[in-house]
């Protein structure tokens, strides 16, 4: 089980926000088992989110059952403080986690990903000895097709199983989807991706082929605007009042997370390159099959 690295000084409960992360396979360990640890560093900015139009209806146990009062009477025997109170009867509070964020986490077997990483780097030199791609000051992009060559088809193979997993936890009905496009990042030292999101898109991801000291974290961004009308001191950063999340990778590692949710990558700080693939991923006609009315003919 892939484990996210973790900090005594700012070691954070498992959520994003207030909400749920779960790393590892998702079937195994649901966002509901609480715990697995992220770093949280400075706040940032953030991005922006939109509602779903469906509500759920949660019952916390803390209201449920409900314990009728007992009715008997405490009294403080103080000379100068004889009052009389009713016994109260105070059940544990709970915290409730509304709208869970998930980010699907899972590492490739050792003898898995080390062949699949060795042909991928050695089609992406040829890509860059080519001229194929765009650079732009220390970061180079590949052309977003690349879920089409074969070269990838055995990731594409793990990404679309990584998919149908994800869809699964999230209860959605079984719907064709596919890879709206594919490509791979190449951030040489110094190289950062500001902060982003991927419209248009259900589920977005990105496998990382070369992560090491210094090139091995994804930053996530808090989605829910409101959160920066207020911004009281804090004498810790927990899940609950910070605006991003550092979570630490490594080679073999692969993301899915909601196209929407807002992340970046920090300067690259080592002396070698970090190479990803990104990915995104939509439902399969989505307007004929999605889109129309739910009610009546």
């Not at 770093?39 to 146990?61: F, L, W």
């Not at 030199?125 to 220390?138: A, F």
């Not at 959605?172 to 190289?191: E, K, M, Q, R, S």
């Not at 609950?240 to 997370?257: I, M, W």
Request: include cysteine; charge should be neutral; proline fraction near 8%.
């Amino acid at each position: 089980m892939y484990e996210p690295e973790v900090r005594q000084r700012d070691r954070v409960a498992a959520h994003l926000f207030g909400r749920n992360l779960a790393c590892a396979n998702i079937r195994a360990h649901p966002v509901e088992s609480g715990a697995q640890t992220g770093r949280v560093p400075m706040r940032g900015s953030t991005g922006p989110n939109k509602p779903s139009g469906r509500t759920a209806v949660v019952q916390p146990s803390c209201v449920a059952p409900m314990r009728a009062a007992s009715g008997s009477i405490v009294i403080d025997e103080r000379p100068d403080k004889r009052v009389v109170q009713p016994a109260m009867n105070v059940s544990t509070p709970d915290i409730v986690r509304l709208f869970p964020t998930f980010v699907w986490c899972r590492r490739l077997e050792q003898a898995c990903y080390e062949p699949l990483d060795r042909d991928l780097m050695a089609y992406v030199d040829t890509l860059i000895r080519s001229g194929c791609g765009t650079r732009t000051g220390s970061a180079w992009q590949s052309a977003h097709r690349q879920h089409e060559r074969p070269e990838f088809s055995v990731l594409i193979a793990h990404i679309e199983r990584a998919a149908r997993d994800v869809l699964a936890f999230l209860k959605v009905a079984d719907a064709p989807f596919h890879i709206t496009g594919c490509w791979v990042n190449v951030l040489d030292p110094g190289g950062t991706h500001a902060m982003h999101s991927h419209p248009n898109n259900y589920l977005s991801g990105v496998y990382y082929l070369r992560s090491q000291a210094g090139a091995d974290t994804i930053n996530f961004h808090d989605p829910r605007p409101q959160t920066t009308v207020i911004r009281p001191p804090v004498t810790e950063l927990t899940a609950y009042n910070t605006d991003q999340v550092v979570l630490p990778v490594s080679e073999g590692t692969l993301l899915v997370f909601p196209a929407w949710l807002p992340h970046s990558v920090s300067a690259n700080t080592s002396a070698h390159a970090r190479v990803s693939v990104s990915f995104n991923i939509m439902f399969s006609d989505y307007d004929t099959t999605m889109s129309p009315p739910l009610w009546g003919n």
